[in-house]
């Protein structure tokens, strides 16, 4: 049974591995933080608020970081995807959000796509590697969701 918490520091350790894992693979990632840059930033996202996890017999099985109307991290431990912890994590976020929320997906990131499209989520901006603002220098779409 999944059960999802307000993420605390002692998730911290256990958000940071599945952050490094789940990005681990996906290739098309450049490598520009060291994993001692990434833990910093992973335990200050948990530290500002914002951050659920969901548990599966006490261990984290994914987390999603929203704040403002904004889904900035959605990330699934690899031996749990696939299984509902996204949709799970991501419908707790709907239901604290329920005037909409927006998010930013990788091209690349084929998977998510399907995931947020089939989660009702609508593509509002495409942005060519000529026009984006996120630190990999990737391609990336803004997709909108708003309460039926």
Do not use: C
Request: aromatic letters at 10%; proline letters at 3%.
């Amino acid at each position: 049974m999944i059960i999802i918490s307000i993420a605390d520091l002692s998730d911290a350790d256990q958000i940071f591995d599945i952050f490094e894992k789940a990005r681990g693979e996906m290739k098309y990632l450049p490598d520009i933080h060291t994993s001692e840059e990434t833990h910093v930033f992973v335990t200050s996202l948990v530290i500002s608020g914002g951050v659920l996890v969901a548990k599966e017999k006490g261990r984290v099985a994914g987390f999603i970081h929203a704040k403002d109307g904004w889904v900035n991290h959605l990330y699934i431990d690899p031996a749990f995807q696939n299984q509902g912890v996204g949709k799970v994590l991501l419908e707790e976020v709907k239901e604290q959000n329920p005037e909409g929320l927006y998010l930013w997906v990788f091209e690349e990131n084929l998977g998510a796509i399907k995931f947020y499209e089939r989660e009702g989520f609508r593509l509002i901006e495409k942005r060519d590697i000529d026009h984006v603002d996120n630190e990999e220098h990737l391609p990336d779409r803004k997709y909108s969701w708003q309460k039926a």
